[in-house]
C-alpha cells in the first residue's frame, strides 16, 4: 500500500516570500503520478499542480513548482512571491495505476502581512 | 469548474437515522468518489463507482453505502448515522480517467450527528 506522509502540521510564510511544503512517499511502483491539492477557507478542494512520475522536468504553474525527487520519493512545493490568498491547507497526494488515490494528512500554510 | 454539486451542503441529524448525500456532475464522466475528511486524517476514499451500477469499497467504508443508478447522480448513504461519522464528506470525478488520476472536488457537505 502507498503512504504519503507531510511532516509539516503548520507552516507561516510573510507575504512576497518564498516557502517549501514537503511530502514524502513511499511505493515499489514505477509510474505514477503526484498532486498537490489546496483548500481554503471556503473548503473547494484545488488542484494546484500535478507531476508524472516518467517526467524528469519539474511541473511548473505560475508562481507554484515542484521538486521532484523521484529515487528520494520526495515531492515538495514551492510558492514564490506568496500571497494572502494562498493561506489553506495544503494536501500532497499520489496515485498509480491499479490503486486509489492516497492523500497526505496536509499543511496548513497561513501567509501573513 | 467540473461541474459537480453536492447536496445538502450542511446537514444535522440524530444517531440512529438514515441519512442520503447527493453529488451530481453535468458532464458525463465514468468515475466518481466519495471521501471523508477528518483533521489528522487528510482524505480517506469511502467508495467510488466506474460506471452505472458499478461500484467498489475504499478504506474507510463501514457503515457507509452506495448507488449509481444514472451517470450524472452518485448517492452516499448513512443507513443509521453514528456520532463517528460526524465529518466533511467530498464527492470527487475523473476527468481523465482511472481512479489513481487527478481528481475534482464538489464543494463539500458538513454533516453533523448528535
Known amino acids: 500500500a502507498q503512504t504519503v506522509t507531510q511532516s509539516q502540521p503548520e507552516m507561516s510564510v510573510q507575504e512576497a516570500e518564498t516557502v517549501t511544503l514537503s511530502c514524502t512517499y513511499d511505493?515499489?511502483?514505477?509510474?505514477?503520478?503526484l498532486f498537490w491539492y489546496k483548500q481554503p477557507p471556503s473548503r473547494q478542494m484545488i488542484l494546484v499542480i500535478r507531476q508524472e512520475a516518467y517526467k524528469q522536468q519539474n511541473a511548473t504553474e505560475n508562481r507554484f513548482s515542484v521538486n521532484f525527487q523521484k529515487a528520494a520519493k520526495s515531492f515538495s512545493l514551492k510558492i514564490s512571491d506568496s500571497q494572502l490568498g494562498d493561506t489553506a491547507m495544503y494536501f500532497c497526494?499520489?496515485?498509480?495505476?491499479?490503486?486509489?488515490?492516497?492523500f497526505g494528512e496536509g499543511t496548513q500554510l497561513t501567509v501573513n502581512p | 469548474d467540473a461541474g459537480i454539486t453536492q447536496s445538502p451542503r450542511h446537514k444535522v441529524t440524530e444517531t440512529g437515522t438514515p441519512v442520503t448525500l447527493r453529488c451530481h456532475q453535468t458532464?458525463?464522466?465514468?468515475?466518481m468518489y466519495w471521501y471523508r475528511q477528518d483533521p489528522g486524517h487528510g482524505l480517506r476514499l469511502i467508495h467510488y463507482?466506474?460506471?452505472?451500477?458499478?461500484?467498489d469499497k475504499g478504506e474507510v467504508s463501514d457503515g457507509y453505502s452506495v448507488s449509481r443508478s444514472k451517470t450524472e447522480d452518485f448517492l452516499l448513504t448513512l443507513e443509521s448515522a453514528t456520532s463517528s461519522q460526524t465529518s466533511v464528506y467530498f464527492c470527487?470525478?475523473?476527468?481523465?480517467?482511472?481512479?489513481?488520476?487527478?481528481?475534482?472536488f464538489g464543494p463539500g457537505t458538513r454533516l453533523t450527528v448528535l
Open positions: 470527487a470525478i475523473s476527468v481523465a480517467g482511472g481512479i489513481y488520476n487527478e481528481q475534482f
Open positions: 511505493t515499489s511502483e514505477s509510474n505514477y503520478y
Open positions: 463507482s466506474y460506471g452505472v451500477k458499478d461500484t
Open positions: 497526494a499520489f496515485g498509480a495505476s491499479g490503486s486509489r488515490l492516497t
Open positions: 458532464e458525463n464522466h465514468r468515475y
